[in-house]
């Protein structure tokens, strides 16, 4: 028997009725405005259309004069506080902030030392409680090259482990996703690991978690060889995990944790759901085609300042004749920001610092003048309802490259920074006890009349 999904007889016949199968599954596309079917749960301005309530953050795009919709700058607030307040806040205390917004996002309120205090220690237990056995036989074996589907895999054989996996009571879920928290880092470095010993056959090493260091401070202890890192790269690893915590209930990948929570499922399914969501290239996926655009602008444009050079890649890319010919420019615009990310925003202020301690000056500027360009060319390619600005993927990829983190863990980096949310809406849909979410679908085909085998063509 073959070890290879691809490989037996049953391959050509698939190949042959893939065209049957995607003529029958096609909708005619004027149905959708005719039944005013909000496509992607969103009208036709943009904006998402109305599915449910959350306390746990807020984002604002615009304000209403008059009653019409002006653009503004963009503002995002966990639990009510502004996420630039937060950043600035730990930053002049030097102080690493992920853990402060865990809290703060499950509790309701930054926490004082002690509380803080409490929480570090309990991550840093959780760390250490994975079994032996759990690394040999499930993060070892079979390892994927893509990681987050080993990180998914790795949650949902959790479920094995725990003796309590389906107990849906606040203390429980708590318990259970402040362990996620805790073993995230280790899934997706350890993973990474692995796929390298086995893909790659590259050296294989596994640094146990310090319990003195910082989720940010862990990442690259495990991650690099020799363990070293400098304190602006631990602080700026640690904000991207802050920018990265949580983004609202619409989102795909929270939206699928509320509703695959929303069935009264156990805390690992939900969580390996958002998981799958967030891999797709149009979410968290994002940040890893930003780099590799980016490193195909740099070996097609000789000049990289030169902006008639750099502008002319970009019109090639929209029309798609260039790079992967989506006809996307990766990292700019948002589905609900228009004048700018505040979460871009903040991290490009710390971006220029990192270049400038590793020699990639030059890199750097090639990213500002790309998002000083991008928005007028997408203006003159397309007809857009909003304006353009980069978004967190923008930088973020600029930010990994720089502190050496492979292209494969960028995902998972946003993935150990949102399970932060994820947790926070997990437990707010429980503890509101809503009804499962089922939007309607309106059934559009033809009724068929049953033929009889000897009468079929």
């Known amino acids: 028997m073959s070890n290879n999904l691809n490989a037996g007889y049953e391959y050509d016949w698939i190949h042959k009725m893939a065209s049957l199968c995607e003529e029958s599954s096609t909708i005619d596309s004027t149905l959708f405005a005719k039944y005013e079917v909000k496509r992607g749960l969103r009208d036709l301005n ?7 309530l959350t306390e746990i953050s807020e984002i604002r795009s615009y304000t209403v004069v008059d009653r019409e919709m002006i653009p503004c700058e963009g503002k995002l607030y966990y639990q009510g506080i502004d996420i630039e307040e937060i950043v600035d806040g730990f930053l002049a205390e030097k102080r690493f902030g992920f853990e402060e917004v865990v809290y703060l996002l499950l509790f309701g309120k930054l926490p004082n030392s002690e509380e803080l205090e409490e929480l570090n220690t309990m991550l840093a237990e959780f760390r250490h409680s994975l079994p032996t056995s ?11 090259s893509d990681l987050m589907n080993t990180l998914g895999r790795s949650v949902l054989t959790l479920y094995s482990y725990d003796d309590r996996a389906d107990d849906t009571s606040t203390e429980n879920v708590l318990r259970q996703c402040l362990q996620l928290v805790a073993l995230f880092p280790m899934f997706s470095v350890y993973g990474y690991h692995a796929a390298c010993y086995f893909h790659e056959e590259s050296s294989f090493f596994l640094h ?25 790269e631990a602080k700026i690893l640690d904000i991207a995990l802050v920018l990265h915590a949580e983004h609202g209930g619409g989102n795909n990948s929270t939206f699928t944790d509320h509703v695959v929570t929303s069935s009264g499922t156990d805390t690992y399914a939900a969580i390996s759901a958002a998981l799958g969501s967030l891999k797709g290239p149009r979410h968290g996926g994002a ?11 740099k070996k097609r444009v000789k000049d990289w300042e030169d902006e008639e050079e750099v502008e002319s890649y970009l019109t090639a890319l929209l029309n798609r004749q260039i790079f992967d010919k989506s006809g996307l420019i990766y990292g700019m615009g948002h589905a609900v920001y228009s004048i700018s990310d505040p979460r871009a925003r903040t991290f490009r202020k710390f971006v220029q610092k990192l270049a400038e301690e590793k020699g990639m000056q030059k890199e750097f500027a090639l990213y500002n003048l790309v998002e000083n360009l991008a928005p007028k060319v997408i203006a003159n390619e397309r007809h857009i309802y909003k304006g ?3 978004n967190i993927d923008f930088y973020s990829g600029l930010v990994y490259s720089m502190l050496e983190i492979p292209l494969e863990m960028y995902t998972p980096l946003f993935a150990i920074g949102r399970i932060a949310g994820w947790s926070a809406h997990r437990i707010e849909e429980l503890v509101n006890a809503g009804k499962i979410i089922r939007p309607a679908y309106k059934a559009v085909g033809r009724h068929k009349p049953y033929v009889p085998m000897a009468e079929r063509e």
Do not use: C
Request: glycine share 6%.
């Open 388 to 390: 353009v600005s980069a």
């Open 46 to 52: 943009g904006q998402g259309v109305l599915t449910g």
């Open 134 to 144: 759990f690394v040999r036989d499930i993060i070892m074996k079979a390892p994927s």
């Open 208 to 232: 146990p978690p310090k319990k003195e260091y910082s989720t940010a401070e862990n990442i690259l202890h495990m991650l690099r060889p020799d363990s070293k890192f400098t304190s602006l």
């Open 287 to 297: 940040n890893r085609k930003v780099s590799m655009m980016f490193e195909d602008m």
